[in-house]
């Protein structure tokens, strides 16, 4: 078969059943929780290793940092009593949080349900076998004495039925069981999905992008592999107690040995189920910080290249990798003396109590093949509970965390929703908003009031930090609200100063997932300057961009933006300060054919934030902010006349506009 440049498409996948498709699972996934009640809930802190001794090269720097750290640690409390109400999930206080244990047992608690019950009945046929063999025994002893065939057909056939049946059920148990975990998982990822595309400005600073990574791989596959044995919990005690049970009627107060073996190991493991914890909480830690720097470095891979940092970005990345390793070490050394001691454990049990039972009555205690056969199943059946039990205890242990960062993720705060208003799609109104970054470092923007009508151009402009990226922000919703409203009718497109790209063909990341209508296609190409483009590309609108568009220039990029959202067709449009990316004279063009008056998305609501104010006396009102407060709102001549400090940056622009004007036309960049 020949090797085709064919992109993968979904056509080419395999076809998934409906009951396993993400969809319908985070719909149920997500209607419960919205259902949900939360509660207060405490964010202990982490405990860390105690600090090994420094060195004596270490700086005064460093023992500086080490007390500042070490003041801050003792601030942060321990107790629920003690602990402040915060909005998100910060050591030391307390937040209303909903529990996500609770919301996936009400999701999933039908099939849950039914692998208990295969499980239940698997556990007791185990059980019958025994009792059936014992008997089975009993005649073969008797069978010269006996003329009855028919019953040791009848047993021989009762022994195969029941482990026949046995098979049955625990596939089954295993076939709900992993479907069950798998739906858990898909409905896990998708909500962290959405929510990292909801979590508001000020929670999106909590986690890192390799944190959520962790949390859709790490975290959500831990919850598909324990549901298959978190049966275990219950049936591993259940097990070991019918054991026991029929042991006693086997050998009597011989198992009372084997009992204290037992016992002997529940505290050792107790604590080494403790540590497990603790290095899992670190090691997650670790894998996040991996993560980060993987990232990080995989974001600026150019400037690392250019300035040749390769060594010391890998020597960074080896030592923190090092560090997870030794992590990693260390739990599989706690996990092996975990496992070591509880699989021979029914060695020891059986040992003690066979000894005990023939050394407690030489002459009457003999081990017949009926008591020696019957106790060695019952000492097997033992044997996979003790050594299941505890690897569960671990996975629970190793849960319960992944649990808690979920929790804390799920429960961040959201942007809110614009309000819809009714009528004539295409109006944005503000009023008396206050909006912030950080609801700690006050309100960036105060006493924000303004009406846009449908088919508007307005422009927004003040000083550098005056506000105008935040203002699209607020109409957006991706600032907090203080005060006010925000409401928006219709649909909206963004283009923001940075042009974000897929890594896709040019054409694919203009029609973004939209049918094609070759016309209108074009029509946007040309609008947004990108016909020249095209005849440069090797490949035309075919041509494939790079990761982030690393292969088209900047002024490139941010045509390709603007042709995206002229092809979204909106009723809104909100441009942060694109031309600021391109040449003068291409940002005449493209205002001309795309933004203005009479361009081609003439009729639909546009803001423009902007620096080049040679455009502002084409806009239909203009926007005067300074200091995030809108000092004036009017048409361009009314804002030239009441504000005469406006009159500097007019200008300065204009002067700049009038310079480039009289320049040769240059290639576009």
């Keep these: 078969m020949g090797v085709t440049d064919k992109p993968l498409e979904m056509s080419d996948l395999p076809k998934v059943p409906e009951y396993l498709k993400s969809d319908q699972e985070h719909e149920r996934f997500t209607e419960v929780w919205q259902n949900a009640q939360a509660s207060w809930t405490f964010i202990a802190p982490i405990k860390n290793k105690k600090a090994g001794p420094k060195s004596k090269e270490a700086g005064k720097g460093d023992e500086k940092n080490a007390l500042l750290e070490d003041e801050k640690k003792a601030k942060v409390n321990t107790k629920m009593e003690d602990a402040e109400e915060s ?345 008396n908003g206050s909006f912030t970054w950080k609801k700690s470092e006050g309100a960036m923007l105060k006493d924000i009031s303004i009406d846009i009508k449908q088919g508007e151009l307005v422009g927004v402009v003040g000083h550098i930090g005056s506000g105008k990226s935040s203002l699209i922000s607020a109409m957006l919703n991706e600032m907090d609200h203080l005060s006010g409203s925000v409401s928006l009718s219709g649909t909206v497109a963004y283009v923001p100063q940075d042009a974000w790209l897929q890594n896709a063909t040019l054409k694919d990341n203009i029609i973004f997932g939209k049918k094609l209508d070759e016309a209108f296609y074009k029509k946007c190409v040309f609008s947004a300057s990108l016909r020249d483009d095209l005849e440069i590309l090797q490949s035309g609108d075919q041509t494939e961009i790079g990761e982030k568009g690393i292969n088209l220039s900047g002024g490139q990029k941010q045509r390709v933006s603007l042709a995206r959202a002229a092809y979204a067709d909106p009723d809104i449009v909100l441009f942060d300060d694109p031309l600021s990316a391109v040449d003068p004279h291409v940002g005449k063009e493209i205002f001309t054919n795309l933004i203005g008056r009479e361009s081609m998305l003439k009729g639909k609501t546009r803001v423009l934030a902007t620096h080049a104010t040679q455009f502002l006396p084409m806009c239909d009102r203009v926007v005067l902010l300074s200091k995030g407060k809108i000092l004036d709102v009017g048409k361009y001549e009314d804002i030239w006349a009441r504000n005469p400090q406006f009159h500097a940056i007019l200008k300065a622009d204009a002067s700049a506009a009038e310079k480039s004007a009289e320049e040769p036309t240059e290639k576009k960049s």
Aim: proline letters at 4%.
């Design 87 to 431: 909005d998100v999930p910060i050591e030391g206080t307390k937040v209303m949080q909903k529990g996500l244990l609770k919301v996936m047992i009400k999701a999933y608690w039908k099939p849950a349900l039914m692998a208990a019950c295969f499980k239940f009945i698997h556990d007791i046929l185990s059980f019958v076998n025994p009792q059936v063999l014992k008997m089975f025994i009993r005649w073969i002893s008797l069978c010269a004495e006996s003329t009855s065939v028919q019953e040791g057909v009848l047993l021989a056939l009762l022994l195969f039925i029941v482990s026949t049946l046995q098979t049955l059920l625990l596939h089954q148990y295993f076939w709900v069981g992993s479907n069950a975990g798998l739906k858990v998982k898909n409905s896990i990822t998708s909500f962290l999905y959405k929510k990292s595309l909801n979590i508001s400005s000020q929670a999106r600073g909590m986690f890192t992008h390799g944190e959520i990574v962790n949390m859709m791989t790490v975290d959500a596959q831990k919850f598909q592999d324990i549901f298959t044995y978190i049966h275990m919990i219950w049936s591993g005690p259940m097990q070991i107690g019918l054991s026991l049970y029929f042991l006693w009627q086997e050998l009597g107060p011989a198992i009372f040995p084997g009992i204290a073996v037992m016992i002997l190991l529940i505290p050792a493991n107790a604590m080494v189920g403790k540590k497990i914890g603790e290095i899992m909480r670190q090691l997650m830690q670790t894998k996040d910080k991996r993560m980060k720097t993987i990232s990080e470095l995989v974001t600026a891979i150019k400037t690392v290249k250019l300035y040749a940092w390769e060594v010391f970005f890998a020597s960074w990345i080896d030592e923190i990798r090092q560090k997870e390793l030794d992590q990693m070490w260390e739990r599989a050394k706690v996990s092996v003396w975990m496992s070591l001691t509880w699989s021979v454990s029914p060695f020891f049990i059986t040992v003690a109590a066979f000894a005990t039972y023939v050394l407690q009555d030489p002459v009457n205690n003999i081990l017949t093949p009926e008591k020696a056969f019957v106790s060695i199943m019952y000492f097997n059946l033992l044997r996979f509970p003790m050594q299941m039990f505890p690897m569960m205890l671990m996975q629970v242990i190793e849960a319960r965390v992944s649990v808690t960062r979920l929790q804390n993720y799920f429960n961040l705060p959201e942007l809110t929703d614009s309000e819809k208003t009714p009528g004539k799609a295409g109006t944005v109104k503000i009023e």
